[in-house]
Nanobody, 125 residues
Framework: QVQVVESGGGLAQAGGSLRLSCAASGRTFSNYVVAWFRQAPGKEREFVAATIWSGASSNYANSVKGRITISRDNTKNTVYLQMNSLEPEDTATYYC??????????????????WGQGTQVTVSS
C-alpha cells in the first residue's frame, strides 16, 4: 500500500508563487511515476505535471509550461510542485498521484492507483 499526502496549498495573488509538496510512504518508489493533477469546481480533473521517480524525465501540461516545475527529493520520498507567475485560472484543488502509467497514459487520472486527499490553491486577481 502507498500513502500519499499533499501540503502547501493556500491563497496567493496573481503573479505570486506557491510550492506544493507530495510526501509518499509505504513502498520503494524507484519505478513509480508521481504526478500532479488539479480540479476546479465544475470541471474535470486535469493533468499538470509528472516525474519518473528514479529518472530525469518530466512531463508538463502545455498550460503550465514555463511557470510550473516538478522536482523530487528521493531522500525524503517527496515530490514538489513549484508554481510561479500564478494566474486566477490556476485556482483548483491539486492532487498528487502515484502509479505506473505508460508514457501514453501518463496524463490520464485513471492510470494512477494512489491519490492524496488534495490541497486547495486559490489565486486572487
Amino acid at each position: 500500500q502507498v500513502q500519499v499526502v499533499e501540503s502547501g496549498g493556500g491563497l496567493a495573488q496573481a503573479g505570486g508563487s506557491l510550492r506544493l509538496s507530495c510526501a509518499a510512504s509505504g513502498r520503494t518508489f524507484s519505478n513509480y511515476v508521481v504526478a500532479w493533477f488539479r480540479q476546479a469546481p465544475g470541471k474535470e480533473r486535469e493533468f499538470v505535471a509528472a516525474t519518473i521517480w528514479s529518472g530525469a524525465s518530466s512531463n508538463y501540461a502545455n498550460s503550465v509550461k514555463g511557470r510550473i516545475t516538478i522536482s523530487r527529493d528521493n531522500t525524503k520520498n517527496t515530490v514538489y510542485l513549484q508554481m510561479n507567475s500564478l494566474e486566477p485560472e490556476d485556482t483548483a484543488t491539486y492532487y498528487c498521484a502515484c502509479g505506473t502509467p505508460t508514457f501514453q497514459t501518463m496524463r490520464i487520472p485513471g492510470s494512477y492507483a494512489y491519490w492524496g486527499q488534495g490541497t486547495q490553491v486559490t489565486v486572487s486577481s
